[in-house]
């Protein structure tokens, strides 16, 4: 079955960078699309950013572009994202998705179970 | 504050129906397929719904999901204790050029 790790949380202060990690198998993760999401302690759901199956097309939220890069690389099955210059408002637990892979943009049908970044000095 | 408008809450007893809206515009929903997702306290979403009406294997038929115009709804019938949770709807913005969520439903079934 589809599994999704991710890995990399912890606590960073305030400007620094942090890199977080998902591990998948139980598909071949090649031909999917991918995506990051996060939710602020208490709030509601995010969307970070998407990479295409072979990493052509990347995709940001507002909130984070310029600042975010998510990448993949398809031998090792994992996809990851680059947190450079980190506020206190991208403390959240990050969770990497799955795209369907059907024509609904947002059809996230796997889920990792999440790794909390905090950001605070 | 979000670009799909979804009411803070909403109840009903077991055993009954409750439907939950999700208000966006010509940009998002009416253009776009409309995602619905679960989460149950503590754990990760869930998908329940895509391209607007369809559910995933293992998703029972007590789920539904529609769409109209500007507007998607979710449907849930013979409610069950097991189904509190808070609910999101989600798709894309054409002009933002973003997945984005609504602001979630939390259920309470009483």
């Known amino acids: 079955q589809v599994h999704l790790v991710e890995s990399g949380g912890g606590v960073v202060q305030p400007g620094r960078s942090l890199r977080l990690s998902c591990v998948a198998s139980g598909f071949t993760f090649r031909d999917f699309g991918m995506h990051w999401v996060r939710q602020a302690p208490g709030k509601g759901l995010e969307w970070v950013a998407v990479i295409s199956y072979n990493g052509t097309y990347k995709y940001y939220g507002d909130s984070v572009k310029g600042r975010f890069t998510i990448s993949r690389d398809n031998s090792k099955n994992t996809l990851y994202v680059q947190m450079n210059s980190l506020r206190a408002e991208d403390t959240a637990v990050y969770y990497c998705?799955?795209?369907?892979?059907?024509?609904?943009?947002?059809?996230?049908?796997?889920w990792g179970q999440g790794t909390l970044v905090t950001v605070s000095s | 504050q979000s670009v799909l408008t979804q009411p803070p809450s909403v109840s009903a007893a077991p055993g009954q129906k409750v439907t939950i809206s999700c208000s966006g515009s010509?940009?998002?929903?009416?253009?776009?397929?409309v995602s619905w997702f679960q989460q149950l306290p503590g754990a990760a979403p869930k998908l329940l719904i895509y391209?607007?009406?369809k559910r995933p294997s293992g998703i029972p038929d007590r789920f539904s999901g529609s769409q109209s115009g500007t507007s998607a709804t979710l449907g849930i019938t013979g409610l069950q204790t097991g189904d509190e949770a808070d609910y999101y709807c989600a798709t894309w913005d054409t002009s933002l050029i973003a997945v984005i969520f609504g602001g979630g439903t939390k259920l309470t079934v009483l």
């Open positions: 391209e607007n009406n």
């Open positions: 998705a799955k795209d369907g892979g059907g024509t609904g943009p947002s059809d996230f049908d796997y």
């Open positions: 010509s940009s998002n929903i009416e253009n776009n397929y």
